[in-house]
C-alpha cells in the first residue's frame, strides 16, 4: 500500500510540479503551499532556478513563497490543535515533547521562526505540528513562518545572484553550519530580549 502511494506521489511530482513552476511568482507561492501542507517540493531548487531567471523581481519571489508556506502550515498546525497530542508524543518521545512544549512556553514566536529559517533535513512539519498541539495562535503562527521563511529565502537568493543557481548545493552541503550559525543568532536574540525585558522591570511584572 505505501509503495503504490509513494508511485502515485511521485507521478504527481512529475506532472504538477513543473505545470506550476510555469506561472512565475503565483506558481511559486503554490508550490511553497503545497510544500507546507502535503507534496515535499525541493523549494530551494525551485527559488533558485526562478530567482536566476528573474533576477530583478527575486524579492517578490522570496514573498510569494514564504505568504504561501506560512498558509499551507495551516493544515499541520489545524491537525495539530485538533488533539496531536498523542501522536506527537509517539512521533518525538516524551521526552523531547516535553523540551519542545517548554520552548513553545518560553518563546513560542522564536520556537516556530527559528525551524523555518533552516535548511532540510530539519524537521520542519514535526515544530508546525507541535505549535498547533500547543495552542499558539495562528497570527502569530503565520508572522513566525512568513518571517522565518522570508529570511531563509531571501539569504538563499542573494547567495544565487552571487553564485548562480548552483548556490543550492553550497547550502545543503554546509547546512550544519547554516544550523548552528542561525541557532547562535537565535540564542543571542533571545538573551539580549531577556536582558531588556528584566532591565526594565517588566520580568517582575510578568
Not at 507521478?11 to 505545470?19: A, D, G, I, R, T
Not at 503565483?26 to 533576477?55: E, I, Q, Y
Not at 497570527?139 to 531563509?152: D, E, H, K, S, T
Amino acid at each position: 500500500m505505501k509503495s503504490f502511494v509513494a508511485r502515485i506521489m511521485a507521478k504527481m511530482n512529475l506532472v504538477l510540479l513543473p505545470f506550476l513552476a510555469k506561472f512565475g511568482i503565483g506558481g511559486l507561492a503554490a508550490l511553497a503551499l503545497l510544500d507546507s501542507s502535503t507534496l515535499p517540493v525541493p523549494m530551494d531548487a525551485f527559488l533558485a532556478f526562478s530567482v536566476w531567471n528573474d533576477k530583478g523581481r527575486f524579492w517578490l519571489y522570496c514573498l510569494a513563497a514564504a505568504v504561501g508556506s506560512a498558509i499551507g502550515g495551516l493544515l499541520p498546525y489545524g491537525l495539530g490543535r485538533a488533539g496531536g497530542e498523542l501522536f506527537l508524543v509517539k512521533r518525538v518521545g516524551r521526552e523531547k515533547f516535553d523540551r519542545m512544549r517548554l520552548r513553545f512556553e518560553r518563546q513560542e514566536f522564536l520556537a516556530m521562526m527559528i525551524p523555518s529559517m533552516l535548511p532540510p533535513p530539519t524537521p520542519w512539519k514535526a515544530f508546525v505540528f507541535a505549535a498547533g498541539v500547543f495552542e499558539m495562535r495562528v497570527l502569530p503562527f503565520m508572522l513566525a513562518v512568513f518571517c522565518g521563511r522570508m529570511v531563509r529565502w531571501l539569504a538563499l537568493s542573494l547567495l544565487v545572484l552571487k553564485l548562480g543557481p548552483g548556490a543550492v548545493e553550497v547550502v545543503e552541503h554546509h547546512s550544519l553550519s547554516v544550523v548552528a550559525l542561525v541557532g547562535a543568532l537565535a540564542v543571542g536574540g533571545f538573551a539580549w530580549w531577556w536582558f531588556r525585558k528584566t532591565r526594565t522591570g517588566k520580568l517582575l511584572e510578568d
